[in-house]
């Protein structure tokens, strides 16, 4: 699934290998299946956005100023990706 591997692009190993073993244990059988997959994905997705804070933050406290600047990076990559990721499975979803 082409959100699955969109997942490389914020450059948040846990995040791709947590999205990725969510999409291979999803067992949608019914439309109420699929519609309460797809809000979970829509919060996952909305949730990335707080990177913008996160990842400095979490940067800083592992490396320091450099860490921080690796987190800034990493935050504006989550703050796009994990949203557009979010939508990609929502619609899978449903």
Avoid: N
């Amino acid at each position: 699934e082409v959100a699955v591997r969109l997942t490389a692009l914020a450059f948040d190993r846990s995040y791709a290998e947590k999205r990725k073993k969510e999409h291979e244990d999803k067992q949608i059988e019914k439309v109420g299946d699929g519609m309460v997959e797809a809000g979970k994905s829509l919060a996952q997705g909305m949730w990335g956005v707080l990177d913008l804070v996160r990842k400095p933050v979490e940067g800083a406290r592992e490396g320091g100023v450099r860490g921080f600047a690796v987190g800034i990076g990493q935050g504006i990559a989550g703050a796009v990706v994990k949203p557009i990721v979010g939508a990609g499975t929502a619609i899978s979803d449903v």
